[in-house]
């Protein structure tokens, strides 16, 4: 029985390393210039926070929003769509890096947004129930995550077992899941966030991140390749790595906290029309600058799973 594991934390690169976002294009990013070839293939050609907007005022009332916290908000730019969308008294946007803090003061400079440098995981749960709205976007893959688990460490008798792994274990146990039976990881850290917010009171939460359960329709298939690990995976970036995020998990906390969960892809609010210009793009394995940015884009509508929670009144 091996009796190793590692656990993938991004906190000290973010703090002390993180100076741009640029290498690393999220959905969000691709989308924010309205030149972008992102864009130009969509239903409606809308920055990433608008779409999202109209997603989430289909199952949130907009006038219940008074106040507003985002965890790790980039260059700042789905706060400011969501604050010409929302009418907020109290925004505040929360991250480990000083440099992205600096630039998101930049983006809301016309905006009344509190900037707090601190740790998620440092803050207590009174600070979380002053919102109404939760949002962590594209971020969660940088939470801890551990490594390279041997199932066979977490049914061992023994009263000292180690306590992440204990924690593991009882996790599994609580919410009625199954033990892997190959060495796995688990986005420990996800959870807790989750768990946090829940446990606080949170009435609506927004979180999404590459997923590591992605599916893509039969008919697509041959057009779009992305692989259903079931497992977290490891994404290499610049200076530091991140993990795909097992939604499965995530939802089932949420649920046992009380939360009504709404599950989705990015492909339910970021639509396009199959063209044949985008029958092309998919098809002809095109080097292309262009044609490789909307593919790459097109995968990751369905590579990014998010979820929405609701706290049942």
Same mark, same amino acid.
């Given at each position: 029985?091996?009796?190793?594991?590692?656990?993938?934390?991004?906190?000290?690169?973010?703090?002390?390393?993180?100076?741009?976002?640029?290498?690393?294009?999220?959905?969000?990013?691709?989308?924010?210039?309205?030149?972008?070839?992102?864009?130009?293939?969509?239903?409606?050609?809308?920055?990433?926070?608008?779409?999202?907007?109209?997603?989430?005022?289909?199952? @949130?009332? !907009?006038?219940?929003?008074? &106040?507003?916290?985002?965890?790790?908000?980039?260059?700042?730019?789905?706060? #400011? /769509? *969501? +604050?010409?969308?929302?009418?907020?008294?109290?925004?505040?946007?929360?991250?480990?890096?000083?440099?992205?803090?600096?630039?998101?003061?930049?983006?809301?400079?016309?905006?009344?947004?509190?900037?707090?440098?601190?740790?998620?995981?440092?803050?207590?749960?009174?600070?979380?129930?002053?919102?109404?709205?939760?949002?962590?976007?594209?971020?969660?893959?940088?939470?801890?995550?551990?490594?390279? @688990?041997? !199932?066979?460490?977490?049914? &061992?008798?023994?009263?000292?077992?180690?306590?992440?792994?204990?924690?593991? #274990? /009882? *996790? +599994?146990?609580?919410?009625?899941?199954?033990?892997?039976?190959?060495?796995?990881?688990?986005?420990?850290?996800?959870?807790?966030?989750?768990?946090?917010?829940?446990?606080?009171?949170?009435?609506?939460?927004?979180?999404?991140?590459?997923?590591?359960?992605?599916?893509?329709?039969?008919?697509?298939?041959?057009?779009?390749?992305?692989?259903?690990?079931?497992?977290?995976?490891?994404?290499?970036?610049?200076?530091?790595?991140?993990?795909?995020?097992?939604?499965?998990?995530?939802?089932?906390?949420?649920?046992?906290?009380?939360?009504?969960?709404?599950?989705?892809?990015?492909?339910?609010?970021?639509?396009?029309?199959?063209?044949?210009?985008?029958?092309?793009?998919?098809?002809?394995?095109?080097?292309?600058?262009?044609?490789?940015?909307?593919?790459?884009?097109?995968?990751?509508?369905?590579?990014?799973?998010?979820?929405?929670?609701?706290?049942?009144?």
């Amino acid at each position: 029985m091996s009796n190793s594991y590692h656990i993938n934390d991004t906190a000290s690169y973010h703090r002390e390393g993180l100076t741009t976002l640029g290498w690393e294009l999220t959905v969000t990013n691709a989308l924010e210039d309205a030149s972008s070839p992102c864009r130009s293939i969509l239903d409606k050609k809308e920055s990433f926070g608008n779409l999202l907007a109209d997603r989430l005022q289909t199952l @949130i009332p !907009p006038d219940s929003i008074i &106040s507003m916290l985002e965890i790790g908000g980039g260059y700042g730019f789905l706060m #400011r /769509d *969501f +604050l010409r969308r929302f009418r907020v008294d109290r925004a505040a946007m929360v991250d480990l890096s000083p440099v992205l803090l600096n630039k998101q003061r930049k983006t809301l400079k016309e905006s009344a947004v509190t900037f707090i440098e601190n740790d998620f995981f440092s803050i207590g749960a009174d600070f979380f129930r002053d919102y109404d709205l939760v949002l962590m976007n594209e971020i969660i893959g940088d939470f801890p995550t551990i490594c390279d @688990i041997d !199932p066979a460490m977490l049914v &061992s008798d023994e009263s000292d077992i180690d306590p992440v792994l204990g924690r593991v #274990r /009882d *996790f +599994l146990i609580s919410h009625g899941l199954p033990f892997p039976e190959e060495t796995f990881n688990i986005n420990t850290g996800a959870i807790e966030a989750v768990d946090r917010l829940c446990s606080a009171g949170v009435k609506y939460i927004y979180l999404s991140e590459h997923s590591c359960e992605a599916t893509v329709p039969e008919n697509m298939k041959n057009r779009i390749r992305i692989e259903s690990t079931q497992n977290p995976e490891r994404i290499t970036l610049m200076g530091h790595c991140e993990y795909t995020i097992k939604f499965s998990y995530l939802a089932r906390a949420a649920e046992q906290r009380g939360y009504r969960v709404h599950r989705g892809q990015y492909k339910d609010f970021i639509t396009f029309p199959y063209t044949d210009r985008v029958n092309f793009i998919l098809t002809s394995h095109s080097q292309k600058d262009e044609h490789e940015i909307i593919r790459q884009f097109i995968e990751d509508l369905y590579k990014y799973e998010y979820l929405v929670l609701i706290r049942e009144e």
